[in-house]
């Protein structure tokens, strides 16, 4: 079965630091890792996706995530964190197969930047 | 830019009362899921439909019926609410499975609470 970890629920950071927000998957197989953003009563938002090629994932507003298979990881990061960047984080996996698989969510990590 | 889009947005029931939430998408994806999510769960996922007509269950199915007569439409019902079913209910669609295209777009939500 495959699972997502995000092992911490809260991440406190100051405004113009940069930002880490980890996680780590199991999959029986080669994944395709997702990070989403949620803000406060709205869905969630699609940040960034690691297929297959460059490690080194660039998304939306300047985040980006490291895709390492050896720890097998995928932490999200940002140089620089905003304040309106405080929001809830989710990692997903699914497996890199053929036709539809199931994509698995994290528990989500709440991402608190302090001016 | 297209949408989807979910209704209502705030819903409080009965126990033991059928509801109907709705979810419309605007893209024509051929994907389109249901999940809930609860403190420290994450999202799991309840049902998905591959196409008009064809569903199968997700992960927490029991209590809920979807049907898809049209790719743009894809409503859940809860037969008959329990209060274990209060929720925040998320609606999306992805246009392919797998590949470049497998990015899942969620809807705003529908809060649901069953008193």
New interface residues.
Partial sequence: AQSVAQPEDQVNVAEGNPLTVKCTYSVSGNP?L?W?VQYP??????LL?Y?TGDNLVKGSYGFEAEFNKSQTSFHLKKPSALVSDSALY?CAV?L????????T????TKLQVIP | DAGITQSPRYKITETGRQVTLMCHQTWSHSYMFWYRQDLGHGLRLIYYSAAADITDKGEVPDGYVVSRSKTENFPLTLESATRSQTSVYFCASSDRAGGRKDTQYFGPGTRLTVL
């Fill in positions: 395709y997702f989403y009563n709205r869905g969630l938002q699609f996706k297929i989710f699914r890199n197969s053929g036709g539809y698989q199931k994509v969510f994290g528990t989500g």
